[in-house]
């Protein structure tokens, strides 16, 4: 393609992802940098239906002049992402000088907000993404294998948790694993353990998350497999069954090979999914015992007082954690591609 | 004969009715605001007005679009409906105005206490009073042999009895979710205790001593009678406990006990042995372990003088005295003139007579609220102990504070 063709071939493109990627990002990483005033107070006489009381309110008049100088409001640096709510560096600084011993020091670490989420995060991440490439393939190559028949309202049916919106969805199992629930009762007649509640249990509640997540997303990594399955050249599988191969050894010789670059792709989009687990902890009500960075920006922008520099270190924090994760997937594709070239 | 009389009866009724729903205004009317049966009464009625368009927004997640609805020149909402503890929110950024004048061309039917002043300016209009208190199953109390408890450590030894008699499992209920529901029983307990949560006139918190520390193993030990997953739940689910019968004593809003066996299967046990109580005591104290709360609505700074007039005129036609009927009077405790309160207010007026005091309207206090919210969840289950857990509250808290300017 021309180079002229080419340029108007991607503007569209560009300039959407300029507006609607770039700039943002731009601001939110601003946001970030800046906090609101320092405020004034003053004490006033506040009266409602109950009595009236002295009380602390801030100056309006006061604090409009500070606003109008420096409407971004304060600078203050990178002092919002080492902040306890964040990296925490004072903390951890603080927590290894009076370590005793490493246990001691693991346990004042997990105790930080920000550390303790990426421990949920990174176990959920890397729980998950194998486990739903393993079935989303299981579930491929059995399909792949009904009758035509068959196959039309099975991959409907495999797609459901897919369909349902992750909120749903979650809610839905929410109830049924409650101690009243169906599979709450299942689980307690099932492990004679009447008092077993997964939604007490830190660890019970991961695992629940992590079912669900597998649950949820295997339905994607199935649908970019069977796609891949009927692309296999037949010839190769014909030969290796010509030469005795067994059903596995075809599997594991022939299709494998064939779909590892679906695998890679399956793997980018999951892992940064993944990462930004969200709505199952809303939806299981688990802010109790699983945080992420991404629950962090919605409790941080739900309170009474909005934190929003505070919501906007987390989401770069996010960003920053997506490009890490992805960094071994992506140089090897960049290898790859250039060993080709 | 008789037909003639109940179409003149009828006919008539219908004049009166609009006669009292007259209400013109001329200019926008767009409401934000929570959504509860009081609230959608309020609202409804404010949708009586013509002249102008009545638009409503009522959602749980109101605080989440109140003040970006508002902050806007001309802002989207004219009117917010919010609470002792959201006007706070509403205050901090300054996008309400005061009322003073129009309380004076308007309000005359208004009362002097539904007139919330924040330094001698109108800022908002109460309509309705809330509080947490007891309910209890009376049935379950007599059986255990047991009298209703006007304190939480006779509520505890109530609680041993009722579970050792065998007649429930987890015999007390109440909102503990983590996060507002738990943060806000932390501060009812705390204050029960006696408790300041900052240092008097600065934005300085101070929870972690003697009191924090009580109100938590106060909170752990009532946590041991109740359901294992109380840390997911809120009103609607302990509601839901109690509905079904789980549970005996529990800690509720007034503004649900009027609904709280009015559901399909409820049983009539459930039903019969329904009770309300007033709010308890908690170590001796004298101030009740609870916090007193109104309902209010307010008028957008950043909107033309015509839309604020039609505002007030609107929400001030929604809580006249004639929009109390029947259907309205058992939903909320109303402020409103001519209120008769019903049976199912009397936790409420137990809680404002007993000296409760209301939630505190500080700048601050929300974001200590949230950092309660997040931090105490580790202290419940039994990760850490109740020190620790309240120095996680205080470093949180500082944390958010210094990023909101409220701390150097």
């Known amino acids: ?341 | 004969m008789f037909f003639k009389k109940v179409a003149m009866a009828s006919a008539m009724a219908i004049a009166a009715g609009t006669a009292y729903a007259d209400c013109s205004i001329s200019g926008r009317v767009n409401v934000v605001g929570n959504e509860f049966p009081a609230i959608q009464a309020v609202g409804a009625a404010a949708q009586e007005c013509t002249g102008g368009e009545v638009k409503l927004n009522l959602t749980a997640d109101h605080q989440k679009v109140n003040v970006a609805g508002m902050t806007g020149n001309p802002a989207e909402y004219t009117s917010a409906i919010i609470a002792n503890s959201s006007i706070v929110a509403l205050m901090n950024e300054d996008v309400i105005r005061p009322l003073d004048d129009l309380v004076a061309q308007y309000g005359q039917g208004l009362k002097k206490n539904q007139l919330i002043t924040i330094d001698g300016k109108v800022m908002a209009v109460a309509f309705m009073a809330n509080a947490q208190h007891l309910v209890y199953r009376a049935d379950i109390l007599e059986q255990a042999g047991v009298e209703v408890p006007t304190t939480y450590e006779e509520l505890l030894a109530a609680a041993k009895v009722i579970k050792e008699k065998g007649l429930m499992e987890n015999p007390v209920g109440g909102p503990f979710k983590a996060g507002w529901n738990l943060a806000q029983e932390f501060n009812n307990m705390y204050i029960g205790h006696g408790g300041e949560f900052f240092k008097t006139g600065t934005p300085e918190v101070s929870i972690n001593n003697e009191k924090g520390i009580a109100t938590l193993e106060m909170m752990k030990a009532l946590s041991e009678y109740m359901n294992p997953d109380f840390l997911t739940h809120d009103s609607n689910a302990t509601n839901a406990e109690y509905r079904a019968g789980n549970v005996a004593l529990m800690h509720m809003w007034g503004s649900r006990a009027a609904t709280m066996t009015a559901a399909e299967g409820v049983s009539d046990e459930v039903k019969n042995g329904f009770a309300i109580a007033g709010p308890l005591t908690v170590a001796g104290g004298d101030t009740p372990a609870t916090t007193l709360w109104w309902d209010g609505w307010t008028v957008s700074k950043n909107i033309s003088d015509e839309d604020a007039a039609a505002t007030f005129q609107a929400l001030t036609h929604a809580i006249r005295p004639e929009m109390l009927n029947d259907e309205t009077s058992s939903l909320a405790v109303w402020l409103i003139d001519g209120y008769e309160p019903t049976e199912a207010a009397k936790g409420v007026f137990a809680a404002a007579n007993s000296g409760s005091v209301p939630y505190p309207m500080l700048p601050y206090q929300g974001l200590l609220h949230s950092a309660l919210g997040t931090e105490l969840a580790d202290f419940m289950q039994g990760k850490e102990d109740a020190a620790t857990a309240l120095a996680d509250v205080e470093a949180a808290y500082t944390a958010a504070a210094k990023e909101k300017g409220f701390l150097q």
């Open chain 1, 1 to 341: 393609m021309k180079h002229k063709t080419f340029f108007w071939f991607i503007l569209p493109t560009a300039l959407a992802m300029l507006l609607f990627i770039a700039l943002p990002i731009v601001s939110v990483i601003t946001q970030s940098l800046f906090t609101p005033h320092e405020q004034v107070f003053k004490t006033v006489e506040n009266c409602t239906p109950f009595k009236c009381t002295q009380s602390t309110t801030i100056d309006q008049e006061a604090t409009e002049a500070l606003r109008e100088a420096q409407p971004l409001g304060r600078f203050v640096g990178l002092s919002i992402y080492l902040d306890r709510g964040h990296l925490a560096f004072g903390e951890v600084a603080q927590a290894w000088q009076s370590r005793d011993g490493f246990g001691d020091f693991f346990n004042k670490i997990g105790n930080l907000p920000f550390y303790r989420a990426m421990a949920f995060t990174l176990s959920y991440t890397f729980v998950v993404t194998p486990l739903l490439i393993i079935l989303g393939f299981m579930i491929a190559v059995a399909v792949n294998s009904l009758h035509r028949h068959l196959k039309g309202l099975v991959i409907f049916f495999s797609l459901l948790p897919m369909i349902v919106s992750p909120l749903i969805g979650s809610l839905v199992l929410f109830w049924m694993v409650d101690s009243r629930g169906v599979l709450g009762t299942g689980l307690q007649w099932l492990l004679s353990n009447p008092d077993l509640s997964l939604k007490a249990s830190t660890g019970l509640t991961w695992i629940m998350l992590m079912v669900y997540g597998v649950w949820h997303s295997a339905p994607f990594a199935f649908v970019v497999f069977y796609a891949g399955l009927q692309t296999l050249p037949k010839d190769t599988l014909e030969s290796a069954m010509i030469d005795g191969a067994t059903r596995w050894q075809q599997i594991r010789y022939v299709v494998i090979p064939h779909l590892m670059p679906l695998v890679t792709f399956v793997a980018l989009i999951q892992l940064m999914d993944n990462f930004r687990v969200f709505e199952p902890i809303v939806g299981f009500n688990a802010e109790a015992h699983a945080q992420s960075l991404s629950w962090f920006i919605f409790n941080d922008l739900g309170g009474e007082t909005r934190l929003l520099s505070s919501a906007s270190a987390s989401s770069v924090l996010t960003i920053l954690g997506v490009a890490i994760l992805l960094s071994p997937v992506l140089i090897r594709t960049w290898r790859d591609f250039n060993s080709k070239g």
